[in-house]
């Protein structure tokens, strides 16, 4: 099991992410980053990115995560975390961040170099779908 009432195997969420690292399509960067998350029902849903010979339409690998998020049922993401090619804790980008945002709001904890952080001290006074109902 993944997670209980008070704990998460971050272990396991990592390796999830190094697997779907081991997936991308990375031909123009040489960069490939995989990434994985806990949702609220307790299902992993993971992502890596995938490049294009049209550089600026590459996918980031949180892209696929949460396509993969939405299209097998939806839900909150809860935990996330982030790799490079060698398997180690990557911070996503700016627009990742956003990405997440929307899926996770500020509570989504994520697994960074500096340790476990919450969305909202990686994307302070974020932008999200609450603005547009005010
Ligand atoms: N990349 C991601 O997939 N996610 C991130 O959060 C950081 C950057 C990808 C995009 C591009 O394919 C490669 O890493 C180099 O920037």
Redesign the pocket.
Known sequence: MISDATTVDWDRLREEARAAMCR?Y?P??G???G?AALVDDGRIVT?????NASYGL??????GLVSQLQNSGGGRLTHFT?VDGRGEI????G??RQLLYEFGGPDLLLETPAGILPLSQMLPQAFGPDHLTK
């Not at 992502?47 to 490049?51: D, H, L, P, T």
């Open positions: 991308a990375a123009y960067s960069y490939p980053v990434v992502g890596c990115n995938v490049e590459g996918l980031c690998a949180e892209c982030c990557l911070v996503p980008c627009r990742c």
